[in-house]
């Protein structure tokens, strides 16, 4: 069954409206790049706010709340957040209107496209539909034109979120994450043994991707 490679497993808790989450996979993916390693991803799902309503709630007003940001502050973290994306070929369009949302219908549509290979693939349309387009991820029918997008059935995508039928699923994988330690994300570890949180930047991700290449020779 070995091809002879040491293959790196990397595992990336996250969810799809944390900007650090992108710009982190991003950084690593650019550093992973350069390195030629061979490597599998897998991602896992961490709810920024389990206890967000439907019908989300206004951006500004949420991280005010939650962070007790000021307007002045929360506007330079846009501004610092859209750089940074924007160094590693991602768009942000941060708007007045832009709303967090609650992700857990999000998370259990990502489950059912990881049966057909395409979590990955939806994973990164989600991250734009939020981020750059400003969709509404609270809304499943939003969801299942995302997966539509992407080559995915949208009436099965449909039919998944409203019968909640990988709900259970997804609540234990989020469990065991949370039964790890993680906290806060993006959490990422490599071959199951390192934990890296936070973006940390591509030149960090080389190191640390190098310091694994030798360990593992």
């Known amino acids: 069954m070995s091809s002879g490679l040491n293959i790196l497993q990397i595992d990336?808790?996250?969810?799809?409206?944390?900007?650090?989450?992108?710009?982190?996979?991003?950084?690593?993916?650019?550093?992973?790049?350069?390195?030629g390693m061979p490597h599998e991803i897998h991602w896992h799902p961490f709810e920024l706010n389990p206890n967000?309503?439907?019908?989300?709630?206004?951006?500004?007003e949420h991280v005010a709340e939650k962070y007790g940001t000021s307007k002045q502050q929360s506007q330079d973290s846009r501004i610092q957040m859209t750089e940074a994306a924007a160094q590693v070929g991602f768009e942000f369009n941060f708007s007045d209107d832009m709303r967090m949302h609650n992700t857990f219908n999000v998370h259990q549509l990502l489950h059912w496209a990881d049966q057909f290979g395409r979590m990955h693939d939806l994973k990164q349309a989600l991250f734009s539909?939020?981020?750059?387009?400003?969709?509404?991820?609270?809304d499943i029918n939003v969801l299942a034109d995302v997966a539509a997008e992407i080559g995915l059935e949208r009436s099965d995508a449909l039919a998944v979120l409203t019968d909640q039928r990988f709900a259970s699923d997804v609540r234990v994988a989020q469990q065991f994450w949370?039964?790890?330690?993680?906290?806060?994300?993006?959490?990422?570890?490599?071959?199951?043994?390192?934990?890296?949180?936070?973006?940390?930047?591509v030149e960090n991700y080389s190191r640390i991707l190098k310091q694994l290449a030798e360990e593992s020779a």
């Open 12 to 35: 990336i808790v996250s969810d799809v409206v944390c900007p650090w989450c992108v710009i982190g996979y991003r950084q690593l993916a650019t550093a992973l790049e350069a390195s």
């Open 178 to 201: 949370l039964d790890q330690g993680i906290q806060g994300v993006p959490a990422v570890v490599f071959n199951r043994r390192h934990l890296v949180t936070g973006a940390q930047g």
């Open 52 to 60: 967000m309503p439907v019908q989300g709630q206004n951006l500004r």
């Open 129 to 138: 539909a939020h981020f750059t387009d400003g969709k509404n991820l609270s």
